[in-house]
């Protein structure tokens, strides 16, 4: 009898911790492809230039045209279908379960700054040196659960910029 309590309490605590592991590889896994996408989407940003502009020495964001890119590269690569602004619901075969949202993205050009340009941002606890025309943005989702529990909150953020 003792033999038999024994095992069932090693099965619970086994099974206790596999399902503590999983749900940690799923934050490390869901934390990793949302940097790796923010990365992704502000570089598309990035992509998007006013060419008037540009013919004249100066780099400045076609706004518009780079929040499209923006949003077009994240329903891209992380499954997602943008709803309204800057709301994106998953798709039934993302990885995700939440929505993910748009903290933050924040355009600083020839147009608004001066290089080398300190920019702090005491919300998101950023500060950096941009040396040349950027774009920073902030995303946040609940990371998905295969078990009981709440899901954490992974907020990224990333500074993409040209150096000048």
């Given at each position: 009898m003792?033999?038999?309590?024994?095992?069932?309490?090693?099965?619970?605590?086994?099974?206790?911790?596999?399902s503590m592991q999983y749900?940690?590889?799923?934050?490390?896994t869901a934390t990793r492809q949302i940097k790796n996408a923010l990365e992704l989407a502000v570089h598309?940003?990035?992509l998007a230039l006013d060419e008037s502009q540009l013919s004249q020495g100066k780099i400045v964001f076609d706004q518009e045209q780079a929040l499209e890119n923006f949003k077009n590269s994240l329903n891209y690569t992380l499954d997602f279908t943008s709803s309204?602004?800057?709301y994106y619901e998953p798709k039934s075969t993302s990885f995700y379960k939440e929505d993910l949202y748009i903290?933050?993205?924040e355009f600083i050009d020839d147009t608004n700054a001066t290089f080398p340009f300190?920019?702090?941002?005491?919300?998101?606890d950023i500060i950096d040196t941009l040396n040349g025309p950027s774009i920073v943005a902030v995303l946040a989702t609940k990371s998905p659960r295969y078990f009981a529990g709440e899901g954490i909150t992974i907020r990224k953020a990333v500074v993409y910029e040209y150096r000048k």
């Open positions: 003792a033999n038999t309590l024994r095992t069932m309490f090693l099965i619970l605590i086994f099974a206790g911790l596999m749900n940690i590889d799923s934050d490390k598309d940003a990035a309204s602004g800057y903290d933050h993205i300190t920019y702090t941002n005491a919300d998101y």
